[in-house]
């Protein structure tokens, strides 16, 4: 469980190399991922700070991120995405139990992390497009939390990301209807294949509910996707290869049949 010690800073790149490798490797855009700046705080909270004053502490999280970007813009990436499960994991009232153990308030922990992104998004290049990713956890086909969007839907929208991959795979996720607090012009990417499990979702049952997500966001502002990586740790989930290429593979025909 991360805690912070001292005060921020950005001191040498992190991860830029790996993302100047993977870039060397292919012609397509590379895209790389990181952790948002919630992952800071989340886990551990306020008692997992160091700092007295958590706005100083917060001003700081923006700036590394802000050097941070800019250094992966350096290298040429044109594609980052924010790895979040804080917005996820605060729609669950275990989560919130534990944060206010933790010295916080949950109700007002999803703004504050919306405006520390937006901050940390001010100086981004035009040319960056930056994705957020939020799941209730993914190790082994396990998860942490559960509960529908709605009490961060509205915080979330206003992060400032380019696009939304949210988990959608389960009754865990609640419905569509927080999408409606989605700003125009957003992207939201529905995760509406599961990576946990091996049943193959039938190309129906996605065109369902790909349509009933059109009720709030434009269709063509909507993507599919899995719900989550096929393996966030070594261990991987319980699919095989082939379980999960067959996965992928639907998702490309599904979308080419909604959207071409």
């Not at 700036?63 to 980052?80: E, H």
């Not at 529905?190 to 269709?219: C, F, H, M, N």
């Not at 909507?222 to 740790?233: A, D, I, K, M, Y």
């Amino acid at each position: 469980m991360p805690i912070v010690t001292g005060k921020l800073r950005y001191t040498k790149p992190i991860m830029v190399d790996d993302f100047a490798f993977l870039k060397s490797n292919t012609k397509k855009t590379a895209k790389y991922t990181i952790p948002s700046p919630s992952m800071l705080h989340l886990r551990a909270g306020r008692v997992g700070i160091a700092y007295e004053s958590m706005d100083e502490f917060w001003k700081d999280a923006a700036q590394v991120y802000r050097d941070a970007i800019a250094a992966f813009a350096r290298a040429g990436c044109t594609y980052l995405q924010l790895d979040d499960v804080a917005f996820s994991y605060l729609c669950d009232p275990k989560i919130r139990e534990n944060s206010v153990k933790n010295g916080d308030d949950p109700d007002k922990l999803p703004e504050r992390y919306a405006q520390t992104i937006r901050e940390s998004l001010k100086n981004k290049p035009k040319d960056m497009t930056i994705a957020m990713h939020t799941c209730r956890g993914n190790f082994k086909s396990a998860w942490v939390a559960e509960g529908g969007y709605e009490p961060v839907a509205e915080a979330m929208f206003s992060s400032g990301v380019d696009a939304y991959f949210m988990e959608f795979d389960s009754e865990r996720a609640g419905g569509f209807a927080p999408l409606r607090f989605v700003q125009k012009g957003k992207k939201v990417v529905l995760g509406l294949v599961t990576s946990k499990t091996p049943q193959l979702e039938s190309k129906d049952e996605l065109k369902r509910k790909i349509a009933e997500a059109a009720r709030y966001v434009p269709l063509e502002d909507l993507c599919l996707s899995p719900q989550c990586g096929f393996s966030s740790t070594h261990h991987g989930n319980q699919l095989t290869h082939d379980e999960q290429w067959r996965k992928l593979e639907r998702v490309v025909e599904t979308a080419k049949e909604v959207w071409q």
